[in-house]
């Protein structure tokens, strides 16, 4: 085989294996140069990324056990002392912004719960 074929080979294998690598972990954003990461606050990711395309806001169903205080009931024997496990369905506030990063690129959208980013998913690939 011609070296230079095959050094070209080896130069562009090490290219692609790098840039797979290397670049933004799967779990962030690139914005003008800076990465929006998991555990930003919502002005971080402003200030990184700008406006989003859309918002959306929804409750998020969170299911919380809460024990009462030790009920004393005189009137009722056998009962002094016991505690009461109540479950209680509550509501957590949730956002997702959606960027475009731009023509090729996979739509990302950011969920943010608590007000801090929560997690990144890709959409499809922007194709206008």
Do not use: H
């Amino acid at each position: 085989m011609n070296p230079i074929l095959v050094r070209a080979a080896a130069v562009m294998l090490a290219f692609l294996a790098s840039s797979t690598f290397t670049g933004a972990s799967a779990q962030s954003l690139r914005c003008k140069g800076d990465l929006a990461q998991i555990g930003n606050s919502k002005s971080t990711i402003l200030q990184k990324c700008g406006e989003p395309v859309m918002k959306d806001s929804f409750c998020k169903p969170v299911q919380e056990t809460v024990s009462s205080a030790p009920v004393t009931t005189p009137a009722v024997p056998n009962t002094s002392g016991t505690t009461t496990n109540v479950t209680v369905n509550t509501c957590q506030q949730v956002e997702e912004w959606t960027y475009n990063p731009g023509y090729g690129q996979f739509m990302t959208m950011l969920l943010f719960e608590g007000g801090s980013l929560k997690s990144i998913r890709y959409g499809d690939r922007v194709t206008r």
